[in-house]
């Protein structure tokens, strides 16, 4: 698999250009998964960290769910990976975890994503509510909180793929 990464456009609306920052961001996390084997993705940042590019690749599997099925949405849509058992339970890999599982939940979810946003104007208020101050959010507020969310595990990812194989840019 060779995933496109596609700068967004330079001149486009502002929806068009959140949503495509959004995709930009989504597309350098599996960039920097590609070519790696399942250990590798497994691997671990630096002792004691449990983080990989696997589990960050679960994680925004559990993020995109969180904010636009549950709160934009308002779906009952149950974490995938973690609970209050084990609140970092997408970084807790085991044997039985695998990439191609891992990867499909992931672009499962942008799609599912995608179809929420769809459905609402950067303005319109979520369905459901923060989950720490019980406030409705605003799309744009979403789509910005998650470029930002991308942008930093993006920097985590390529901080743990140069240390797998020496890989560094893109």
């Not at 459901?128 to 979403?142: F, K, V």
Request: net charge negative; aromatic share 8%.
């Amino acid at each position: 698999m060779t995933t496109e990464r596609r700068m967004p456009a330079f001149d486009a609306d502002e929806r068009t250009m959140l949503e495509g920052w959004l995709d930009f961001h989504r597309q350098t996390l599996a960039v920097k998964c590609e070519g790696l084997t399942d250990a590798q993705l497994r691997t671990a940042a630096v002792e004691p960290s449990a983080l990989s590019l696997m589990g960050l690749v679960r994680h925004m599997a559990d993020v995109e769910r969180s904010w636009y099925r549950r709160v934009l949405a308002e779906e009952k849509a149950p974490p995938l990976y973690f609970g209050d058992a084990d609140p970092d339970g997408e970084f807790h890999l085991t044997d039985a975890d695998t990439w191609q599982e891992a990867y499909a939940t992931w672009q499962a979810e942008i799609g599912a994503a995608r179809q929420a946003a769809a459905g609402f104007g950067l303005d319109d208020l979520s369905k459901g509510r923060h989950r720490r101050t019980g406030e409705r959010i605003s799309l744009r507020w979403i789509h910005t909180h998650m470029i930002e969310e991308y942008a930093r595990h993006n920097g985590h990812a390529d901080l743990i793929r140069e240390r797998i194989d020496g890989a560094t840019g893109n």
